[in-house]
C-alpha cells in the first residue's frame, strides 16, 4: 500500500447520486489500474492506463467512467450506480517496459449503494 | 475463463506449520507473481519470478514456477498467525501500449495460534 493513496476510504452513496473516487501515486510509474473486488469473486480489472492512455476497458457498465489526468493521478467518476456495485475499489500502479513489474495497490476505497 | 486458478480455496493451519498453496494457469507468461491481502484492505507484492526461472526463496517464503504444467506454488514455512490472509497468484498479459496481470480467485490461509 506504500506509495499509493486512495480517498475516501469508505463511501455510500445512493443510486442517484454523482460521486469520483480518487488515487495517486507517488512511485514515478508508467501504468495505474481501477480493480474491483467483490465479496466471493476474484479480481475484476475495470481500466488500464499506460503512460496517461486507456488502454483496457473490460466492457465496464458506462456509470463507471475513468480519468487519468497524468501520470500520478486516476480517478473514477460514478453516477447512477446500482446495488450491486457494491465493493471494494482498488487502484494500483506499476512500471511497464517489456514485462510487467509488481503492482502496487492503494487501500482501496469500501463503496456502498444504497 | 481465468488465467490463475489457486488451490485449495481455503486452509486452516496451526501455527509453525508449513502452508501451501498451488496456482495453475492457462497461456504463456512472462512472469507470474504473488500477493498477499489482509481483510478489506489492499494487495501487497511478495515475490515475482520470471519464466525462466524455477525457484525463487524470499525470507520465508519460497516460490516454484513449471511451465511445463503451468504451474506455480508457494510455499510459506513457520507459519505464524499474523500470516492469516487472503493469497493469490497473477500473470502477465502484455500488448502494444502497456500490460496487465490476471489474478486468481485466491486461497484464504487462516493461521491458528
Known amino acids: 500500500e506504500t506509495g499509493v493513496t486512495q480517498t475516501p476510504r469508505h463511501l455510500v452513496m445512493g443510486m442517484t447520486n454523482k460521486k469520483s473516487l480518487k488515487c495517486e501515486q507517488h512511485l514515478g510509474h508508467n501504468a495505474m489500474y481501477w480493480y474491483k473486488q467483490s465479496a466471493k469473486k476474484p479480481l475484476e480489472l475495470m481500466f488500464v492506463?499506460?503512460?496517461?492512455?486507456?488502454?483496457e476497458n473490460n466492457s465496464v457498465p458506462s456509470r463507471f467512467s475513468p480519468e487519468c489526468p497524468n501520470s500520478s493521478h486516476l480517478f473514477l467518476h460514478l453516477h447512477t450506480l446500482q446495488p450491486e456495485d457494491s465493493a471494494l475499489y482498488l487502484c494500483a500502479s506499476s512500471q511497464t517496459q517489456g514485462f510487467i513489474y509488481e503492482q502496487y495497490f492503494g487501500p482501496g476505497t469500501r463503496l456502498t449503494v444504497t | 475463463s481465468q488465467q490463475g486458478e489457486e488451490d485449495p480455496q481455503a486452509l486452516s493451519i496451526q501455527e509453525g506449520e508449513n502452508a501451501t498453496m498451488n496456482c495453475s494457469y492457462k497461456t504463456s507468461i512472462n512472469n507470474l507473481q504473488w500477493y498477499r491481502q489482509n481483510s478489506g484492505r489492499g494487495l501487497v507484492h511478495l515475490i515475482l519470478?520470471?519464466?525462466?526461472?524455477r525457484e525463487k526463496h524470499s525470507g520465508r517464503l519460497r516460490v516454484t514456477l513449471d511451465t511445463s504444467k503451468k504451474s506455480s506454488s508457494l510455499l510459506i514455512t513457520a507459519s505464524r498467525a499474523a500470516d492469516t490472509a487472503s493469497y493469490f497468484c497473477a500473470t502477465d498479459v502484455l500488448y502494444n501500449q502497456g500490460g496487465k496481470l490476471i489474478f486468481g480467485q485466491g486461497t484464504e490461509l487462516s493461521v491458528k495460534p
Open positions: 492506463y499506460s503512460l496517461e492512455e486507456r488502454v
Open positions: 519470478i520470471r519464466s525462466n526461472e
